[in-house]
Protein backbone atom coordinates (compact mmCIF):
# COMPACT_ATOMS: atom_id res chain seq x y z
CA UNK A 1 0.00 0.00 0.00
CA UNK A 2 2.89 2.40 0.58
CA UNK A 3 4.32 1.71 -2.84
CA UNK A 4 0.75 2.65 -4.17
CA UNK A 5 0.37 5.99 -2.30
CA UNK A 6 4.25 6.84 -2.98
CA UNK A 7 3.27 7.13 -6.84
CA UNK A 8 0.36 8.63 -5.86
CA UNK A 9 1.77 11.57 -4.28
CA UNK A 10 5.11 11.14 -6.80
CA UNK A 11 2.12 11.82 -9.44
CA UNK A 12 0.42 14.35 -7.76
CA UNK A 13 3.83 16.63 -7.01
CA UNK A 14 5.01 16.20 -10.28
CA UNK A 15 1.68 17.22 -11.95
CA UNK A 16 1.58 20.23 -9.06
CA UNK A 17 5.43 21.61 -9.63
CA UNK A 18 4.98 21.40 -13.65
CA UNK A 19 1.58 23.37 -13.46
CA UNK A 20 3.42 25.97 -10.66
CA UNK A 21 6.53 26.09 -13.05
CA UNK A 22 4.14 26.40 -16.40
CA UNK A 23 2.38 29.47 -14.92
CA UNK A 24 5.69 30.94 -13.36
CA UNK A 25 7.56 30.41 -17.32
CA UNK A 26 4.84 32.26 -18.79
CA UNK A 27 5.40 34.87 -16.97
CA UNK A 28 9.31 34.94 -17.11
CA UNK A 29 9.30 34.98 -20.57
CA UNK A 30 6.55 37.58 -21.59
CA UNK A 31 9.11 39.49 -18.91
CA UNK A 32 12.05 38.65 -20.87
CA UNK A 33 10.86 38.77 -24.29
CA UNK A 34 10.23 42.22 -23.41
CA UNK A 35 13.80 43.37 -22.64
CA UNK A 36 14.83 41.28 -25.85
CA UNK A 37 15.98 38.42 -23.41
CA UNK A 38 15.19 34.96 -23.22
CA UNK A 39 14.21 33.77 -19.76
CA UNK A 40 17.84 31.89 -19.23
CA UNK A 41 19.86 35.07 -20.27
CA UNK A 42 17.36 36.88 -17.87
CA UNK A 43 18.28 34.75 -15.34
CA UNK A 44 22.17 34.84 -16.10
CA UNK A 45 22.11 38.33 -15.34
CA UNK A 46 20.30 37.66 -11.99
CA UNK A 47 22.82 35.01 -10.80
CA UNK A 48 26.15 37.63 -12.05
CA UNK A 49 24.50 40.56 -10.34
CA UNK A 50 24.78 37.98 -6.97
CA UNK A 51 28.52 36.60 -8.32
CA UNK A 52 29.56 38.98 -10.71
CA UNK A 53 32.94 37.44 -11.61
CA UNK A 54 31.82 33.96 -11.65
CA UNK A 55 33.56 31.14 -13.50
CA UNK A 56 31.17 28.84 -16.09
CA UNK A 57 30.92 26.11 -13.92
CA UNK A 58 29.98 28.31 -11.12
CA UNK A 59 27.44 29.70 -12.97
CA UNK A 60 26.04 26.57 -14.17
CA UNK A 61 25.86 24.94 -10.12
CA UNK A 62 23.91 28.54 -9.55
CA UNK A 63 21.60 28.79 -12.70
CA UNK A 64 20.98 24.96 -12.63
CA UNK A 65 22.68 24.81 -16.57
CA UNK A 66 24.63 22.39 -18.26
CA UNK A 67 28.06 23.82 -18.67
CA UNK A 68 27.75 23.55 -22.67
CA UNK A 69 24.06 25.42 -22.16
CA UNK A 70 26.02 28.47 -20.22
CA UNK A 71 29.24 28.63 -22.56
CA UNK A 72 26.86 29.40 -25.64
CA UNK A 73 24.39 31.36 -23.69
CA UNK A 74 27.73 33.58 -22.33
CA UNK A 75 29.21 33.96 -25.83
CA UNK A 76 25.87 35.00 -27.58
CA UNK A 77 25.56 37.95 -24.35
CA UNK A 78 28.73 38.86 -25.18
CA UNK A 79 28.70 39.49 -28.75
CA UNK A 80 25.85 41.62 -27.30
CA UNK A 81 27.84 43.50 -25.03
CA UNK A 82 25.79 42.38 -21.61
CA UNK A 83 28.81 40.58 -20.74
CA UNK A 84 32.33 40.40 -20.71
CA UNK A 85 34.89 37.47 -19.78
CA UNK A 86 38.27 37.93 -18.00
CA UNK A 87 40.88 35.49 -17.98
CA UNK A 88 41.39 34.42 -14.21
CA UNK A 89 44.68 36.02 -13.11
CA UNK A 90 45.52 32.61 -11.08
CA UNK A 91 44.34 29.97 -13.94
CA UNK A 92 44.63 30.76 -17.22
CA UNK A 93 42.37 27.84 -17.94
CA UNK A 94 39.29 29.66 -16.68
CA UNK A 95 37.40 32.58 -17.52
CA UNK A 96 35.52 34.43 -15.26
CA UNK A 97 32.62 36.58 -16.46
CA UNK A 98 31.00 39.85 -15.00
CA UNK A 99 28.30 42.11 -15.99
CA UNK A 100 28.65 45.13 -18.61
CA UNK A 101 27.05 48.79 -17.52
CA UNK A 102 24.42 47.42 -20.40
CA UNK A 103 23.93 43.91 -18.92
CA UNK A 104 23.26 45.46 -15.47
CA UNK A 105 21.19 48.51 -16.50
CA UNK A 106 19.00 45.41 -18.48
CA UNK A 107 18.93 43.30 -14.74
CA UNK A 108 17.85 46.22 -13.53
CA UNK A 109 14.97 46.90 -15.85
CA UNK A 110 13.49 43.38 -14.99
CA UNK A 111 14.01 43.98 -11.45
CA UNK A 112 10.94 46.59 -11.56
CA UNK A 113 8.73 44.29 -13.82
CA UNK A 114 7.14 43.52 -11.01
CA UNK A 115 3.19 43.60 -12.46
CA UNK A 116 4.47 41.00 -15.26
CA UNK A 117 4.05 38.45 -12.79
CA UNK A 118 0.74 36.89 -11.01
CA UNK A 119 2.72 34.84 -8.26
CA UNK A 120 4.13 38.46 -7.35
CA UNK A 121 0.34 39.72 -6.62
CA UNK A 122 -0.40 36.41 -5.30
CA UNK A 123 2.41 36.90 -2.71
CA UNK A 124 1.33 40.78 -1.49
CA UNK A 125 -1.91 39.31 -0.99
CA UNK A 126 -1.10 36.19 1.13
CA UNK A 127 0.01 36.55 5.14
CA UNK A 128 3.34 36.99 5.54
CA UNK A 129 3.19 33.99 8.59
CA UNK A 130 1.53 31.73 6.34
CA UNK A 131 4.48 31.95 3.52
CA UNK A 132 6.47 31.73 5.86
CA UNK A 133 4.76 27.98 6.67
CA UNK A 134 4.50 27.01 3.10
CA UNK A 135 7.91 27.87 2.00
CA UNK A 136 9.89 25.99 4.28
CA UNK A 137 8.62 22.51 2.89
CA UNK A 138 9.75 23.61 -0.19
CA UNK A 139 13.20 24.95 0.91
CA UNK A 140 13.56 21.41 2.47
CA UNK A 141 12.69 19.64 -0.86
CA UNK A 142 14.73 21.39 -3.06
CA UNK A 143 17.30 21.38 -0.36
CA UNK A 144 17.22 17.33 -0.80
CA UNK A 145 17.00 17.26 -4.69
CA UNK A 146 19.18 20.04 -5.51
CA UNK A 147 21.89 20.51 -2.73
CA UNK A 148 22.82 22.83 0.05
CA UNK A 149 24.93 24.81 -2.46
CA UNK A 150 22.20 26.05 -4.25
CA UNK A 151 19.43 26.62 -1.64
CA UNK A 152 22.51 27.94 0.32
CA UNK A 153 22.62 30.53 -2.59
CA UNK A 154 18.97 31.12 -2.96
CA UNK A 155 18.96 32.00 0.59
CA UNK A 156 21.58 34.25 0.89
CA UNK A 157 20.85 36.12 -2.67
CA UNK A 158 17.29 36.28 -1.21
CA UNK A 159 19.11 38.01 2.24
CA UNK A 160 21.11 39.93 -0.54
CA UNK A 161 17.76 41.70 -2.08
CA UNK A 162 16.20 42.28 1.56
CA UNK A 163 19.14 44.00 2.91
CA UNK A 164 20.13 46.21 0.13
CA UNK A 165 15.99 47.54 -0.53
CA UNK A 166 16.69 49.68 -3.03
CA UNK A 167 20.15 49.27 -3.54
CA UNK A 168 22.10 48.52 -7.06
CA UNK A 169 25.31 47.53 -6.49
CA UNK A 170 27.11 44.50 -7.52
CA UNK A 171 28.19 41.83 -4.93
CA UNK A 172 30.75 40.02 -6.24
CA UNK A 173 32.12 37.01 -5.10
Not at 118 to 125: F, Q
Request: charged share 30%; aromatic share 8%.
Amino acid sequence: MKDTENRALLHMLLNLFRGLYKSIDDDLREAAAKCGLTTAQQHLLWVLYFNNGSTLTEISELGQWHVSTVMNMVERMEKTGLLYKIVDENDARVKRIFLTPQGEALREKTETMTDNYRLYRILAETDEAELKKEIKPLINLVRRLAGDKFVNYVMESTNYLRDSAGVTANKTN
